[in-house]
C-alpha cells in the first residue's frame, strides 16, 4: 500500500521559510492527489494545499496563499511544499496526505503521513 513520510520541519523565526517534503513508496505518486494539511494543538486538522495527479492544478487556503507553495515531481515520488513569510499562526504538525481528488477537505483523503513539527517563533 502508499506509504507517506514528511520531512523537513522544525523552528523558524516570523519571516522565515521551510522547506517541507514528502515522499511515497509502495505505489507510484502520480496516481495522485497531494494535499497538506495542518493541526495545532486544540484546533482542529486544516486543509493548507493540494496539488492534482500532473501538478496542473493547485489549491491553496486562502491564509497561505502567497506565500506557500506546492509543486510535485512523480519522478522522485516526490512533493514539497515552500513555505514563505511564516507566521506564528502557522505553528502545527504537517501532514501530507493522497486522495483522487483535489480537495481542502481532509476526508478526501485517504492515505496519510506521520506528521513533521513547524514552530515560528521569536
Known amino acids: 500500500q502508499l506509504q507517506l513520510v514528511e520531512s523537513g520541519g522544525g523552528l523558524v523565526q516570523p519571516g522565515g521559510s521551510l522547506r517541507l517534503s514528502c515522499v511515497a513508496s509502495g505505489l507510484t505518486l502520480d496516481y495522485y492527489a497531494i494535499g497538506w494539511f495542518r493541526q495545532a494543538p486544540g484546533k482542529e486538522r486544516e486543509g493548507v494545499s493540494c496539488?492534482?495527479?500532473?501538478?496542473?492544478?493547485?489549491m491553496y487556503a486562502d491564509s497561505v496563499k502567497g506565500r506557500f507553495i506546492l509543486s510535485r515531481d512523480n519522478a522522485k515520488n516526490m512533493v514539497y511544499l515552500q513555505m514563505n513569510s511564516l507566521k506564528p499562526e502557522d505553528t502545527a504538525v504537517y501532514y501530507c496526505?493522497?486522495?483522487?481528488?483535489?480537495?481542502?477537505?481532509?476526508?478526501?483523503?485517504?492515505?496519510w503521513g506521520q506528521g513533521t513539527q513547524v514552530t515560528v517563533s521569536s
Open positions: 496539488i492534482s495527479r500532473s501538478g496542473g492544478s493547485t
Open positions: 496526505a493522497a486522495g483522487l481528488s483535489v480537495a481542502l477537505d481532509p476526508s478526501y483523503f485517504a492515505h
